[in-house]
């Protein structure tokens, strides 16, 4: 049989760490042993989670087309795959019997004739590995929503302000000692009653604003996001959110505020959406027109949905959450396994591990290397500046690009740590998450059966009064295998 060889790293930093030439070597040598015939080698330094991957695109399009078949050889599932967006596609292929799969370090080939126990295991891996990314995404979020607390700005620091590194390698804004006088000088204009943004604009730029702004010139534009820019008061906008942050105001709130009274033309409250939560909002398509399917509050107590109707195509039809619900609960007695298939599950978590931990360990001291050379690198520069060797400009501008490598793999480190350990527990919290579903939702508030339904559910769409579901994988074998002996029929 032909082979074709897949070696992929997510990163430059992996590339020159000599990944790809390892993972080639080991992959060459397992076909070598099966009496493969090496017809291709790719060898991908990318993303796995780009909407384009041409080399992924190009090995299915060169397997479609051949007239034997093919054998994939790739390290780990997490290689080929980071989501289940592929596996129409390879499944596809295998059902046919034009493409077999070999993940090299799971010691799991999948081709035409594979059961259900090797295709579930397949799934957990890239269970496994779609859970990484999401996590990897988990945390950013987390990040931010801790420096929102703390009263940190995550973006670039608005006019008037600078974003600045310390010496410890922590990130903050202080004061631009340029432009804050600009920014003081638009609101006390503005507040007049007599300045557009337009004569603002022009003002500024006769009184130097370029100069102090490395020569961009102000525009009209300009001057309205300044002036409708609650952060100089000691807020800030974020997700549509007021928040209070810690760094210096620059303008009063009583200023802000005849500012704001001036560019309205009158007082006007902050228009607030009050109301009940309602379950289905923004989960249901209309199977007819695509459109969006809106729920409604009858009689301040029973909610109704029906296709919202944009298109102007659709009959209205009005449908009970009840209903709606009713048969949401239905498939959650669907995704429960057998004792039998939880212990196979189970067996190939706890080989998995055994595998991360020495993927985990060698990661772990390549960051521990790069973050000691990284603080040598500081304590020399620290040395040379007490002596006299540079001169202060080059010290900061040194010391901030070193300072930000720090940070920077101490965040790699830590953000690498968790995921790890959090992936090795995903697929055991899955399967005790499916066989307690239904008592989890029924219990759950509002926003977490929300978050519920769209970790279970990849479409809900309605067509009439008939609400079609469609599992996520991997529960949508679970509920398959209830019915069918080999999962994928």
């Known amino acids: 049989m032909k082979a074709i060889i897949f070696a992929r790293v997510s990163s430059k930093d992996q590339e020159d760490g000599q990944s790809i030439p390892s993972q080639v070597r080991r992959l060459t040598e397992y076909a070598i042993k099966k009496n493969f015939i090496i ?111 703390n009263g940190q700005w995550i973006s670039k620091a608005p006019y008037g302000y600078k974003n600045i590194a310390l010496p410890s390698g922590q990130k903050t804004i202080e004061v631009n000692q340029e432009q804050a006088p600009f920014v003081v000088k638009i609101f006390e204009l503005y507040a007049k009653g007599n300045n557009s943004f337009q004569t603002i604009a022009a003002k500024m730029c006769s009184e130097g604003f370029a100069k102090a702004s490395r020569g961009k010139p102000i525009t009209a534009r300009t001057v309205e996001l300044i002036l409708k820019n609650p952060f100089y008061t000691g807020m800030m906008f974020v997700k549509k959110q007021l928040y209070p942050h810690k760094y210096p105001i620059l303008i009063s709130e009583w200023l802000f505020n005849t500012v704001q009274q001036t560019i309205s033309g009158h007082n006007k409250s902050p228009i607030q959406y009050l109301g009940r939560p309602i379950l289905f909002r923004g989960l249901i398509q209309c199977k007819h027109c695509g459109g969006t399917v809106t729920g409604d509050i009858k009689k301040q107590k029973y909610v109704y949905y029906s296709c919202h109707n944009s298109k102007r195509i659709c009959t209205k039809k009005w449908i009970k959450e009840e209903v709606l619900l009713e048969k949401i609960l239905t498939y959650f007695d669907t995704i429960k396994l057998t004792d039998e298939q939880i212990h196979e599950v189970i067996d190939h978590i706890n080989q998995h591990e055994a595998l991360e931990y020495e993927s985990l360990k060698s990661t772990q001291e390549r960051l521990n290397k790069s973050l000691n050379l990284a603080q040598e690198r500081i304590s020399k520069l620290i040395d040379m500046h007490i002596d006299g060797k540079i001169d202060s400009q080059t010290y900061h501008l040194k010391l901030e690009e070193y300072s930000s490598e720090k940070q920077r793999l101490l965040l790699e480190l830590k953000s690498y740590t ?55 994988m991997p529960f949508k074998d679970l509920a398959i295998s209830q019915d069918q002996t080999i999962w994928r029929g």
């Not at 990318?46 to 790739?74: G, W």
């Not at 990897?136 to 990040?143: A, C, H, Q, T, Y």
């Not at 995921?419 to 926003?447: G, M, P």
């Open 39 to 149: 017809e291709s080698t790719f060898q991908v330094t990318e993303s796995s989670t780009k909407e384009t991957r041409k080399q992924f695109d190009q090995i299915i399009a060169f397997v479609k087309k051949a007239k034997e078949p093919f054998a994939l050889i790739t390290d780990t599932v997490d290689r080929l795959q980071r989501s289940f967006r592929e596996t129409p596609l390879l499944d596809e292929l295998r059902r046919q019997g034009k493409l077999e799969l070999h993940f090299l370090r799971e010691g799991l080939i999948v081709n035409q004739t594979s059961n259900s126990a090797q295709l579930l295991q397949w799934d957990i891996g890239v269970l496994f590995a779609s859970s990484y990314v999401r996590q990897l995404g988990d945390n950013v979020k987390r990040s931010q929503e801790q420096c929102i607390k």
């Open 418 to 472: 968790a995921n790890k350990k959090i992936e090795a527990l995903t697929a055991q919290d899955v399967l005790k998450l499916a066989q307690r579903a239904k008592q989890i939702f029924l219990s759950s508030k509002i926003e977490e059966k929300q978050e519920l339904l769209r970790f279970f559910f990849s479409n809900l769409r309605l067509h009439n009064e008939k609400l079609d579901v469609e599992l996520r």
